[in-house]
């Protein structure tokens, strides 16, 4: 993707055909999209307070949680429908109420 960015404006000058570009930016948009879904994946490192946590994504249905166990893994559970933004909004939602407990007066 990175090579698609720096040629992306002189894709006409560098010899490609109106059809070769299309189908350039859509394998582009494609691989977007699938980068943008891995995104919050089990297996990804996480940090909180200075400490790697692997994530684990648990699906069920109810409230979503986080929850860190044996001092190395991240539980997040989430609604099995739930997609990349919603698994973002829950991570991000539970490191806010951890830094305002940490903060608090």
Known sequence: ???YA???NEMPEAGYTPQEIAHIQQEVKYYE???REVKL???ESHFYQGN???LNVMYRKGSPAVIIRNNKTMDIYVRPD???AERERVL???YRRRLKEEIAP
């Open 6 to 8: 720096n040629i992306a």
């Open 1 to 3: 993707m990175r090579a």
């Open 92 to 94: 991000t939602t539970w």
């Open 52 to 54: 790697r946590y692997l």
């Open 33 to 35: 999209n699938a980068r």
């Open 82 to 84: 739930s997609d990349t």
């Open 41 to 43: 994946a089990s297996g």
